[in-house]
């Protein structure tokens, strides 16, 4: 499974790439709260641009972890949630985020720590 030409590797290193990327990671954390129209995602996400946010409910809309739900009013209500293919994502998705708030700081500490030893190895 090492080998990259693997049609098994070249899947799964697609799909990884997608769940891996930032935006799907706190749209899927977001989303795990419940429903949000496009507007709540973007308050709740505010580094995300309108772009972007676009683009990934899109693509998650596509890879079957989101539903897009349009009620047609004056102006249009879209909603977005996770499937059920999303609801199983969440659980490994929030415990990746979990293990990143409760590292942060050694993480931060490794890198400063890295960065000094390299400095003093240049200097």
């Known amino acids: 499974m090492k080998d990259p030409s693997n049609p098994i590797c070249r899947t799964i290193s697609t799909l990884l790439s997608r769940i891996g990327d ?25 580094s995300v641009s309108q772009r972007m946010l676009t683009l990934t409910l899109r693509n998650l809309e596509r890879d079957g972890i989101v539903s897009r739900k349009v009620t047609p009013t004056i102006p249009p209500r879209v909603d977005y949630a996770l499937t059920d293919l999303g609801r199983s994502l969440h659980g490994p998705v929030g415990a990746l985020s979990q293990w990143a708030l409760d590292h942060v700081e050694a993480i931060h500490s490794a890198q400063a720590q890295f960065d000094s030893a390299r400095e003093e190895q240049a200097a």
């Open 22 to 46: 930032k935006w799907t990671v706190l749209v899927v954390e977001t989303l795990g709260q419940g429903p949000k129209r496009f507007n709540e995602l973007r308050r709740e996400i505010p």
